[in-house]
């Protein structure tokens, strides 16, 4: 992984960064105010060896006592010490326990020796480091001299007596508040890219590319409003999933290096993935720029396209492929554009079978020859075998991913089974993809339609702008055409 990448996972996972940084800082928090306040105080003690007049005596006898500061530091925690110091003060406790609340130091080539007590009471650590300084003091004295003599070689002196605390010396506040704050941005981080590591549905495209050598010929963004809005080429022109799908018929143009192919399956791995949505806008887009385009809702298990579009799906393609009906009785056109739909009809028991008979592949090669386009909104693959049968009469097929929904291995799946038939794969379409903090998002900035009294008067230009870019003028949609049916009735 590039440092992009790992800046895309944080981008991508920031909320389980956020909650486990916000948790780890609470419960230090929480830990720091639900602690019980301690005190420290120190008293320092000065070491010196008696004795000696000239310079060189002095200098041996301060390396002599520097040499023995921490033997001292020993005996100043030792039962020697402690014990007098438990009678002196009454202490409830024994020569052990007040051992574990004294700290004794000694800063380096120095002959102090520093005493610190801990304690929930601020007296008491006061306290207790002064008696244990005047006893070590007392103490090293005897020790110095065994044999009793007056003047004993080492003299201590309580140089710092200990002062009672103002404030507590734990729990520090700020301290575990920082703590926390690191910890937890770092347990969020490593939550982060595990979970990364561990999540095998599709986001972007990054995550396809590693699976199959098809590309990616569109990314369509999340449409609000999406359950209202299914033709959002036309409800919603200039939005970022309107110019997604446009940008999907552009680059079929390309696919094969010619016009394209001019039938086309879209399905998808799984249902839900909006492989339905994705056909009706594609279909309606391609309309736009004057093409016949004719839409067959092919899903004769679960149809919607008649429902999203409003239209009369009780007779269609069932109708045609039982022989009931010829392909012009049935179609009907939508609004006012060239793109007529032929709904699924009565759903058959045997969908499967009739998708894959010589009535479809003849009804197939009819539409090709009246339209510029066919699109076949067919079931997912992963399900049923539709999608494959289908896809072995058409030009091409298109496979919409739902974006956060679809695992890499059903995807993988979905396009084995496409190759397995020898299925020319046009392309991959990712669908629902996030806008925010997505890279596919962007604002178009100066494109965007112009308000009534922004455009120019008819004959006049402005200077200032110079050269401006002419739309390409839509062509004229045929005039809606009435089938047989419909004239027979009038």
């Not at 080539?109 to 009471?121: A, F, N, Q």
């Not at 309580?158 to 520090?172: I, K």
């Not at 093409?291 to 679960?302: C, G, K, T």
């Not at 429902?307 to 009931?324: A, F, P, S």
Request: glycine fraction near 8%; charge should be negative; aromatic fraction near 4%.
């Amino acid at each position: 992984m590039e440092l992009t990448d790992y800046v895309a996972v944080i981008r991508r996972r920031w909320p389980i960064v956020l909650v486990v940084t916000l948790l780890c800082l609470a419960a230090s928090l929480a830990a720091s105010l639900l602690a019980t306040p301690r005190y420290t105080s120190s008293s320092e003690v000065f070491f010196a060896v008696q004795g000696g007049d000239s310079v060189s005596d002095l200098a041996q006898g301060s390396t002599f006592a520097q040499r023995q500061m921490t033997s001292f530091a020993e005996v100043a925690t030792s039962p020697l010490v402690l014990e007098p110091v438990v009678e002196e003060l009454g202490l409830d406790m024994t020569p052990g326990e007040l051992a574990g609340m004294v700290t004794v130091s000694v800063p380096q080539d120095t002959v102090i020796l520093e005493v610190s007590t801990t304690s929930t009471s601020p007296d008491d650590a006061a306290a207790i480091s002064n008696a244990v300084a005047n006893q070590l003091a007392s103490t090293s004295a005897a020790l110095s001299s065994p044999d009793g003599g007056e003047t004993a070689p080492v003299q201590a002196t309580v140089m710092t007596p200990a002062q009672v605390p103002g404030s507590p010396s734990s729990p520090d506040v700020v301290r575990n508040a920082a703590l926390g704050l690191v910890l937890g941005l770092l347990l969020g981080l490593g939550a982060a890219f595990v979970r990364h590591l561990a999540d095998t549905r599709v986001h972007t495209e990054e995550d396809i590319e590693p699976l199959t050598d098809t590309p990616v010929i569109a990314a369509v963004a999340i449409k609000e409003n999406a359950e209202r809005d299914r033709v959002f080429v036309h409800d919603d022109p200039h939005g970022p999933s309107a110019e997604a799908v446009r940008r999907l018929r552009t680059n079929l143009q390309f696919v094969d290096l010619g016009d394209g192919p001019s039938s086309i399956v879209v399905t998808s791995s799984l249902p839900g993935e909006g492989k339905s949505t994705t056909a009706i806008n594609l279909a309606a887009s391609l309309a736009d720029t004057g093409a016949r385009v004719l839409l067959i809702d092919a899903d004769l298990r679960r149809p919607s396209v008649a429902d999203y579009l409003g239209l009369e799906g009780g007779v269609g393609l069932t109708t045609v492929l039982i022989g009931r009906a010829s392909l012009e009785d049935v179609v009907q056109p939508w609004q006012d554009t060239s793109l007529d739909i032929l709904p699924t009809g009565q759903i058959p028991p045997n969908p499967s079978e009739l998708l894959g008979s010589q009535s479809m592949r003849t009804l197939l090669a009819e539409a090709t020859s009246s339209y510029d386009a066919v699109l076949l909104d067919s079931p997912p693959i992963l399900p049923v075998t539709d999608a494959t049968v289908l896809s072995g009469m058409t030009g091409g097929t298109l496979v919409v991913a739902g974006a956060n929904q679809i695992h890499k291995g059903q995807l993988a799946d979905s396009l084995e089974s496409l190759e397995a038939v020898e299925t020319h794969v046009l392309g991959i379409v990712l669908n629902r993809v996030a806008r925010t903090g997505n890279r596919y998002s962007y604002t178009y900035a100066g494109y965007r339609p112009l308000d009534a009294d922004e455009a120019p008067r008819a004959g006049t230009t402005t200077a200032a702008s110079g050269p401006r870019a002419v739309a390409p003028r839509r062509a004229t949609a045929p005039a809606p055409r009435r089938n047989r049916r419909t004239r027979a009735a009038s």
